[in-house]
């Protein structure tokens, strides 16, 4: 799945509860082993990916890039948003699905 051209599927994450946005709030899932996917906008800063992606990298969870934060801002109620982490497996498995 392309989540460049389908940002909605991460609007019904949110709206079900399996998404946490932002970088604290990933950060904080990613610590506590609940995100199963952390989703990036592609326009997001280098000290951003370079951050999480270690996390992610020590942690065994998948990474995936797409749209622009605004974009992704848009489909989630939010200005701007440059990542965001999946804590469903279900909805991580459908994401990571091409």
Request: proline share 1%; with cysteine.
């Amino acid at each position: 799945m392309d989540l460049s051209a389908n940002l909605g599927f991460l609007g019904l994450a949110r709206k079900a509860g399996a998404l946490a946005i932002g970088s604290d709030a990933v950060e904080i899932t990613l610590a506590k082993g609940k995100a199963k996917l952390v989703v990036f906008a592609s326009d997001a800063g280098k000290s951003t990916l370079s951050k999480f992606k270690t996390m992610c990298d020590d942690k065994g969870v998948p990474v995936k890039v797409a749209s622009t934060k605004e974009a992704i801002g848009g489909a989630l109620g939010r200005r701007q948003v440059a990542v965001a982490a999946v804590t469903d497996v279900n909805f991580a498995a459908r994401m990571l699905k091409d």
